[in-house]
């Protein structure tokens, strides 16, 4: 892992856009996005938007594949996942809305909605750069506590904790689905690289669990230790439970020139 700690939510948002933009230049305009949704990476996506804006980053024939959908919720609902990604990823970063896949939480044979999910990443030669927030719980897609380290794209039942937190998106808890589709731990693993942001003292102690502890199904995130190439965007508060904080700080203001950001 690469720990980069940033004063402030904006600058988490500008160096893991920048990350992503990286990816973007080296693999081309066909690159394959791994995309998340919630609060943590809409910042991202807008300073991203902002690259593409400016012709600094072509997405002309960029695939994306989302993380996690609920099921049951029907069509067109504002809060399903295929309708928060064409708001805030699709529309804003120009993609073809033909190259956008949704896990298929409607579907009658969920089984196979996951097979076809997971055959339709490998069949797009797998994602290039992966975009995630972690939960409090240490969930990263919609792995709960307790997921397989090796878990592929899946239905999972979601936490009380979970829903809780989701719930100010919708009008009441209730109306939190209980169920979702997301792709599995082995699946994030194997995209190329990972980009990780968080913000806010509320995911220090994930972060934390994440960073430093053991590698543990307890911490769905901690699995992240064992890619080759993850990055850990995080600001000032979500940083402030990590131990090893100040070899962090020592490690990114001393990056080799080569590793830097701010191509054109």
């Known amino acids: ?52 804006s400016a012709g600094k980053v072509d997405l002309s024939g960029a695939s994306a594949f989302a993380l996690d959908e609920y099921v049951g919720l029907p069509e067109g609902h504002p809060e399903s996942y295929a309708e928060v990604i064409r708001r805030t990823v699709t529309e804003p970063l120009g993609l073809d809305p033909a190259r956008v896949r949704v896990p298929d939480g409607r579907a009658d044979d969920i089984e196979e909605a996951c097979e076809r999910y997971e055959l339709a990443i490998r069949d797009a030669g797998g994602v290039d750069i992966q975009i995630l927030g972690i939960g409090a719980n240490g969930h990263i897609g919609f792995n709960e506590p307790s997921s397989s380290l090796s878990s592929r794209t899946r239905i999972k039942t979601l936490t009380p904790k979970t829903r809780a937190d989701n719930a100010r998106f919708f009008d009441s808890l209730d109306q939190v689905p209980v169920h979702c589709l997301t792709q599995g731990l082995g699946t994030i693993l194997d995209a190329a690289e990972v980009v990780l942001v968080a913000q806010g003292a509320s995911k220090a102690d994930a972060v934390a669990a994440m960073v430093e502890g053991p590698v543990s199904a307890s911490c769905p995130g901690s699995i992240l230790q064992t890619h080759q190439y993850a990055t850990i965007v995080v600001d000032e508060a979500a940083a402030s439970k990590l131990a090893n904080h100040e070899y962090y700080r020592w490690a990114y203001a001393n990056k080799p020139a080569w590793q830097g950001f701010g191509q054109d």
């Open 1 to 52: 892992m690469e720990i980069i700690i940033c004063p402030d939510g904006d600058e988490v948002a500008r160096v893991a856009a920048e990350t992503v933009a990286q990816v973007c230049w080296r693999v081309g305009p066909d690159v394959v996005l791994g995309v998340a949704t919630g609060s943590s990476p809409l910042a991202l996506y807008r300073d991203l938007a902002a690259l593409v």
